[in-house]
């Protein structure tokens, strides 16, 4: 039974019972009106049935939700990780474990381009800031700058390079093995590294979640970072990807235990897990510009398109899924 289904017998049942008490009146001559008392001594249980309704209400909301849009294939192997468009609502990147790159138009789901861009795994993707062109990575994780021609790779050290040169403008290594990743802050040029993914709260610069091998992601305040102000647990494997909502309220995440989670920023555990039969250990996840959608990719080479809330209704989501907003 499905939503539809399950609200129009709902409908009928009302209709239904309005008429048996139209009939009964009728046969009765007189009001039915019954008088009530409402003092709480005299019906114990009419808080736990109230309660148990709305719970009830609660979950068969959740049972008819379908968080799942949609699935892009293409790839002939693993997807390793993905890129937003700083000015398309409509198009991501996703570059996979043989090298190819392939960009989407999400409002057709289709595939407008494919790129080999190595041999080998790419690593790291990022546009740059004016959209007009994208960095990849072998071995390394890269990040573009906001608005100047910079952009920052990592790998045994963090190097800062300039779009024009063929060597790095700074270098800086903190005495570490090898670092995995790497962002800059929106506002001025931080990088950490570590763990596996980070990300940068977008509405409180200072604040950045950090994706953990340890099943665990920390949210920290970078003028304290000695603690974090928050851990966040849930998963049962190593922690991959982070991505922000616009809003930064939220965030999403990716694990080697093959679910994306959402989790509040302010609440150690998740909201909200997604997961389907097929979906393998999702590699890397993203939350769309316009606050409706997750995307992740995975080891099964399919690119997954989730709604970020899991009970609400989009309407007509086929084929005008995403619409192009283009920022001049
Ligand atoms: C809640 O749902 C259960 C079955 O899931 C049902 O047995 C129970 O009567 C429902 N309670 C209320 C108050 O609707
Ligand atoms: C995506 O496809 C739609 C429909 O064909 C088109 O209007 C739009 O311009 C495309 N977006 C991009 C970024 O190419
Ligand atoms: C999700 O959508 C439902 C239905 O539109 C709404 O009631 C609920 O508040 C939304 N939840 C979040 C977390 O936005």
Known sequence: MDATEYN????????????????FQLENGKDLEVPRNYDPSLHPFE??????????????????????????EGHRDGINCMAKHPKSLSTVLSGACDGEVKIWNLTTRKCTRTVQAHEGFVRGMCVRHCGTSFFTTV????????????????????DIWDEQRTSPMQSYTWGVD??????????ELILEMRTNALCWNPMEAFIFTAANE???LYTYDMRRMEVPIRMHTDHVSAV?????????????????DKSIRIFPVTSGSSREVYHTQRMQHVTCVRWSSDNKYILCGSDEMNIRIWKANASEKLGLVSPLLLSQNTIH
């Open 178 to 187: 090898s670092i995995s990743t790497v962002k800059f802050n929106p506002v």
């Open 8 to 23: 129009g017998l709902v409908l009928f049942l009302d209709i239904w019972f309005l008429i048996m008490n139209i009939f």
């Open 240 to 256: 991959l990807d982070v991505d922000y909502s616009p809003t930064g309220k939220e965030f999403v995440t990716a694990s080697f």
């Open 214 to 216: 340890n099943y665990k």
């Open 139 to 158: 071995y390394t994780g890269v990040d573009h700058h906001w608005t100047d021609a910079i952009f920052a790779t990592c790998g045994q050290q963090v």
């Open 47 to 72: 808080m736990p049935r109230e309660y148990t309704r709305a719970l009830n209400a609660t979950k068969l909301e959740r049972v008819f939700a379908k968080p799942f849009v949609a699935a892009l």
